[in-house]
């Protein structure tokens, strides 16, 4: 299969000037900085295929970012090699910063004090898009998005969803082939985050584009990324199907059971933790390795009628990943 | 070149999103030229007085002369460069197929079309209130010189503005003070914007010549005023093509080294 996107132990150091607090502390800084290297990417390899979305997951610092970063051209790598669409990113050649494109949530390239539409004619000349594809691809975006009301309306005056749609729009006029989303979510209610990943799904799907993703957002996670990529300071520790994540990092098991009649809970607290009673359902979690011996212990000591074992929510393996626990789990 | 000329009409309507701002900006200008206006008029209240070698007319002209040079060269867009790479807007620009540094330049022109179109009006203004002696230069080869003392000012001061613009890549919260000290400081006194250079002591003025700075604002004015012809305009011009190559390629280099350090912070 074609790769659109090869990284080849990839590091990438900052240096970055210890600040010490008080008036004090800043003199000292001024006159003899400390300076220290943090290592931000260390050594990370993957690749992707044409047409693929990849969900990036880990906690805040992981290095899902200076990720994406690096491989739209903004960030010098420290070491290893970046290759996207065969070309090397730091170039930023013209004809590769044309088929790719950087949306981060947080940073806004729309002309705050004019409306949306002087920036997307601004775009259509910067990338050099003809006429005719201009109409049909801002056709396309802005019935999508649904914004054909908001187009004549200064960016300032609209709301932080309004504007991130629009800001969708102005980074996919070129119809960029890879687009690198960095927490295209955020900050916004649970109706324009659907919009957004409804329309990240299709325009993947409509322009077999690559797309790698970042998000806090579980369910931006697990609506959209079949193939997900677990970053955890500075090191990619999972990198897979998403069903395979659960195998991976699930701590627990969960049984479900069904009481013929009722016992005094304190007995099963010794098999496992009680997650909830509602008579005569019973829910406990119990290692995963201790699952099997857990539930013969339970049909031989207690009135049973109906036992099942299954997985850890995703959500929970997710919340997890992005509390910055999943690394401990990959070592063991 | 097309995309340059999108990045002129936006910017251009970027300024006027701004009115008041500018409006204001342009007042306070009219101050200045007021203000050092009656200074000027005050200290040559003797029609007769001649002093380092000004009389009343000329040193009017001065001033007047630094009102239109001044908001041909000194008002450059560009100055915002820093507040970009420190809040790391300048993201959005380098993801562009677009030259960064043409982007500004053409912001800078429009800047500067705005700027004048105002600057004429004004000068009109003061004129008629004012009704100072001016001097109208109808040498064709002084006008000729004068417009290219002009471009390559342009030029030299936005590689200045570039290069000193470029500290937050290493510094990120060194960039408004930086500013500050090279266009508030040494451009508004050294280029001749606040006084005719040639009034300052005869080594200070040589040592300046050398430097690029009397070449933003006393130059061209003196090429103007005539006062300024011949071998000493060539040599002038050499010096100021001179600093405008050096210092390009200076702001190039320190350029491609600031990217390499920056860290495109700032969320």
Known sequence: MDKAILVDHLVKNFEVTEKTPGLMGAFSTLLSPKKKVVRALKDISFSVSKGELVGFIGPNGAGKTTTLKVLSGLLYPTA?????????????RPEYLKRISLVMGQKNQLWWDLPAIETFELNRAIYEIPKKVYKESLDELVTLLEVEKLLNIQVRRLSLGQRMRLELVAALLHQPEILFLDEPTIGLDLVAQEKIRNFIYDYNRKHSATILLTSHNMDDVIDLARRVIVIDDGRIIFDGILDELIARFAKEKIIKLTLTKEIDTKELEKIGKVKSIQFPEVILRVPRSAAAVAASELLQSFPVGDLTIEEEDIEDVIRVVFRGEAKKLSRK | ????????????????????????????????????????????????????????????????????????????????????????????????????????????????????????????????????????????????????????????YFNLLFMTSSIPFWAPELGWGSHFLITAIVIEFLSGSLFPIDILPLTIQKILFISPFPYLIFFPIQVYLGRISGSVLLGGLAISLFWAITLWLVMNFIWNKGLRAYQASGR
């Open chain 1, 80 to 92: 290893g090699i970046t290759q996207v669409l065969g070309f090397d990113p730091w170039e930023r």
């Open chain 2, 1 to 156: 070149m097309k995309k340059y000329l999108s990045v002129f009409k936006i910017s251009f309507a970027q300024e006027f999103a701004y009115r008041l701002n500018f409006i204001m900006w342009r007042v306070r200008n009219v101050m200045q030229i007021i203000l050092v206006f009656f200074l000027w008029d005050t200290v040559f209240s003797n029609p007769g007085r001649v002093l380092f070698g000004y009389d009343r007319a000329k040193i009017l002209t001065y001033v007047f002369g630094i009102m239109i040079v001044k908001s041909l060269v000194l008002s450059a867009r560009a100055a915002d460069v820093a507040g970009d790479i420190y809040r790391g807007d300048i993201m959005n620009h380098l993801l562009k197929p677009m030259s960064y540094f043409k982007f500004w330049f053409t912001r800078d022109i429009s800047s500067k079309a705005l700027n004048l179109l105002f600057a004429v009006g004004e000068f009109a203004f003061l004129f008629i209130i004012l009704r100072p002696p001016f001097f109208l230069q109808t040498d064709l080869l002084a006008l000729f010189g004068f417009f290219l003392s002009i471009a390559l000012a342009i030029f030299i």
